[in-house]
C-alpha cells in the first residue's frame, strides 16, 4: 500500500472558488476548470515558476528518498512538460546533467538538455549516455499512456510503459543507481514489481500528496541498483 507523503502548499486552506457556467462550455469542461481553480499545486506551480503541478510530486518523493544529490547525471523520460526536470536542476545545483526525453519535441528549459527520442529506439540508450557523457544516476519517469476510462486496460497499459521504463533503466544506470516510476495501484503490478527487487536493492512505494486524492496513481521509487543482473547481450 503506498504511503502518502507531503502536504498542500499554503497551509491547505478549504476555500472553494465556483467557476461561472458559459454557453457552450461542456459540464465535464466547467469541472475540470474548477478543480484547477481551487488546486493549491497549480497555483503554487504558478508562483514557483515550475511548468506543472506535476513537480510537486517529485520534489515530495526527494524530500523523503533523497533522490538528488550534486553532481549526478539524471534522464526524465517523456519528460513534457518539464516540471520534473526543473525540480532536479534546482535540487542538484549547477553540477551534473539533466536530460529531458520525450518524443514530442520541448520547449527549451535552463541548465537542462532536452532530446527528441523514442526512448524504445534500439540504440537510445547509447544516444542518451552520449548526451549525458556517461551512465544515468537516477531515471525518473512520470509518462501515463492516454486513459481510455476503462480502468484495467488503463492498469495493464500504464504497467507496460512502467515495464519499457524499467528495461531502459537497466541499459543506462550507474551501479547503486535510482528509478522512479508512476504505477496505477491495481493488483497486476506484482510480477513488474518482482522484476524491479532483483534488480535493486530497495523499491518502496508511495503516493505523494500532490497527487490527486481520486487518482489511483503511485510511484515505485527503486534505490541501489545491482549492475551485475544485467546480461552480457545489455552491456555489449
Not at 466547467?30 to 515558476?49: F, H, M, S
Not at 544529490?69 to 549547477?94: E, F, N, S, Y
Not at 542518451?128 to 499512456?145: E, W
Request: aromatic share 6%; hydrophobic share 40%.
Amino acid at each position: 500500500m503506498a504511503k502518502n507523503i507531503g502536504s498542500p502548499p499554503g497551509g491547505g486552506r478549504d476555500v472553494t472558488k465556483r467557476v461561472k457556467t458559459a454557453r457552450g462550455r461542456k459540464v465535464s469542461s466547467t469541472r475540470w476548470l474548477q478543480r484547477q481553480i481551487n488546486d493549491p499545486y497549480v497555483q503554487a506551480a504558478k508562483v514557483e515558476g515550475y511548468r506543472s503541478r506535476a513537480a510537486f510530486k517529485i520534489v515530495q518523493l526527494d524530500d523523503r528518498f533523497k533522490l538528488f544529490t550534486r553532481g549526478q547525471r539524471i534522464v526524465d523520460l517523456g519528460a513534457a512538460p518539464g516540471g520534473w526536470c526543473q525540480v532536479a536542476r534546482k535540487r542538484i545545483g549547477d553540477r551534473g546533467s539533466v536530460l529531458a526525453v520525450d518524443i514530442l519535441e520541448m520547449e527549451p528549459m535552463p541548465g537542462v538538455e532536452c532530446m527528441q527520442l523514442d526512448f524504445t529506439e534500439p540504440d537510445a540508450d547509447k544516444q542518451v549516455m552520449n548526451a549525458l557523457g556517461g551512465p544515468a544516476d537516477l531515471v525518473l519517469c512520470d509518462m501515463a499512456a492516454p486513459a481510455t476510462g476503462h480502468r484495467p486496460t488503463d492498469h495493464i497499459r500504464i504497467v507496460a510503459m512502467a515495464e519499457l521504463a524499467h528495461d531502459f533503466a537497466r541499459q543506462v544506470l550507474s551501479p547503486g543507481g535510482g528509478f522512479v516510476v508512476k504505477l496505477l495501484q491495481g493488483g497486476g503490478e506484482n510480477d513488474f514489481l518482482l522484476q524491479v527487487k532483483r534488480d535493486f536493492k530497495q523499491v518502496r512505494f508511495a503516493k505523494p500528496d500532490a497527487s490527486r486524492k481520486d487518482s489511483a496513481e503511485a510511484y515505485l521509487v527503486a534505490q541501489g541498483f545491482r549492475a551485475g543482473t544485467r546480461s552480457d547481450s545489455e552491456e555489449d
